[in-house]
């Protein structure tokens, strides 16, 4: 319990010292945001600052938080340092900067911002790329919280469909009609189940593996070298939106465009990220003493789950919610739990099809419009989702490749945001070492993993190292170029 009050204690010293300075090198002012000079009714529309704050917890969140930790827990003690040093210096500032960034170019897209920096090719390709990887959100985003809701009663399949349906209905209708007014009190109730959960453990004070004496993946492996088993890259790709989500700067341009002020740009996406790296760290404690705890909690699954940790991170959410926090405790927490992801989901397709809109130049207003580009959307999400379902092991495995497109995405979001900071001549070192850390855990990740390449662990490290050189490379010689 140590490491865990010491962690969260660092993330909220990280917002309130190392925000200022990432706040402080952007610099905003007073110019009119997008929200005011493009207000449509539709998409740009003011809203209140502790609104906007809840809908972007909720957006970022989801269950990946959760989730992440969960399945991170295998590592044991080490998963505490990823969540607190890449919070407060990757994801954050991740968040922070391409929010405001977003705010600069009236409320663009991602793809539309690397493309501005990263040029037209890498634009086109990430058009797809980002598209692709919102349907996947949306995909996995469905059938958790159809798993959960299906332990209360229905079937998952009825569920699903519940879902899919509230998806149409929220990805066309404006954002302050459904998003801003149910999405607060859903965050609140993430929020109570993190801070009721976090009561309990203060309250019970469990042994919990703590970081100087468990500094080691604490998982059996099943394979010595199994890359499931690596702390690097794998820590890294299970725990994202905990740590840095490239899905956030997806999601920070619905509230870039609006936000009344670029003063609030760092409690609204600064702040969000430290929460939802708040969140992470009291499941991992959670999870923690669920699979490693004195005195254990006593749970059938904590064996099944040591022996290859293939328990299921909705069945470890159902059993904590329903039995450490009550009647009313847990239906608040799993209204959180549920609503979360689904939340998340919708947001990913409404995000999907403002990007395709912005880059077929296809006005929104008109409802056909809309349905043009959400109903392919909606139906590859449905192949996928059947995959999932068919396959025993489909969530996990589209989670995997969900995290590491995720990373990747946050990997070009990084790179573009140091361009930037390097052509208006402010301190990019910011956002380069975080970009080069990432460039080298997705490249490893892409060729140890067994569903990509599948290489040995070896040439995974070395062709990491190859691309920590290349980037390096290149970003210097540009660098000079730019100088020059």
Request: with cysteine.
């Amino acid at each position: 319990m140590i490491t865990f009050i010491i962690s969260v204690l660092a993330l909220v010293v990280g917002y309130l010292v190392y925000g200022k300075v990432v706040e402080r090198i952007f610099g905003p002012d007073d110019r009119i945001t997008p929200a005011v000079a493009k207000a449509d009714g539709l998409d740009y529309i003011v809203l209140p600052n502790w609104k906007i704050f809840m809908i972007q917890f909720l957006n970022i969140a989801g269950t990946g938080p959760i989730f992440g930790a969960i399945m991170g827990a295998k590592f044991g003690p080490v998963a505490y340092l990823w969540i607190v040093f890449g919070c407060i210096f990757a994801g954050a500032t991740h968040d922070y900067l391409s929010g405001m960034l977003s705010m600069r170019h009236d409320g663009a897209g991602l793809p539309e911002l690397i493309g501005h920096y990263l040029g037209k090719t890498t634009k086109s390709v990430m058009l797809f790329f980002t598209v692709f990887l919102l349907i996947m959100v949306g995909t996995v985003f469905v059938y958790s919280p159809a798993e959960i809701l299906h332990s209360i009663g229905g079937s998952t399949l009825m569920w699903i469909i519940i879902i899919f349906c509230y998806y149409i209905i929220a990805t066309m209708m404006p954002i302050d009609k459904i998003i801003g007014k149910v999405y607060p009190l859903f965050a609140f109730s993430l929020l109570f189940m993190a801070g009721a959960l976090m009561v309990w453990l203060f309250i019970h004070w469990p042994t919990v593996p703590e970081l100087w004496t468990n500094f080691y993946n604490m998982g059996k492996a099943t394979e010595p070298d199994k890359w499931t088993d690596a702390i690097f890259p794998a820590l890294f790709i299970t725990i994202a939106c905990g740590a840095i989500s490239g899905f956030h700067a997806t999601q920070t341009p619905l509230m870039a465009r609006c936000v009344k002020s670029e003063r609030m740009g760092r409690p609204i996406f600064y702040g969000a990220m430290i929460t939802e790296g708040i969140v992470a760290l009291i499941w991992a404690t959670v999870s923690a003493w669920f699979f490693y705890g004195e005195p254990s909690p006593g749970y059938e699954l904590i064996e099944a789950a040591k022996n290859g940790f293939h328990t299921s991170a909705p069945a470890v959410v159902n059993l904590v919610c329903n039995d450490w926090l009550g009647v009313v405790g847990a239906i608040l927490a799993m209204l959180g739990v549920v609503a979360a992801p689904i939340t998340s989901g919708d947001t990913a397709f409404r995000s999907g099809r403002l990007i395709v809109a912005e880059a077929l130049k296809l006005d929104q207003h008109p409802i056909p419009h809309r349905l043009y580009i959400c109903i392919p959307m909606f139906l590859l999400s449905i192949l996928l989702l059947v995959w999932q379902i068919e396959n025993p092991d489909g969530f996990n495995t589209i989670w995997q490749y969900f995290g590491w497109s995720n990373q990747t995405l946050s990997v070009f979001t990084l790179w573009a945001i140091t361009v930037y900071l390097v052509r208006v001549k402010k301190a990019f070192i910011i956002t380069l070492l975080p970009a080069l850390f990432m460039t080298v855990v997705c490249t490893t990740f892409l060729i140890v993993s067994p569903n990509a390449l599948g290489m040995d662990m070896t040439v995974g490290y070395v062709v990491g190292a190859s691309a920590l050189i290349i980037a390096l490379a290149w970003f210097c010689t540009w660098y000079k170029k730019v100088k020059s």
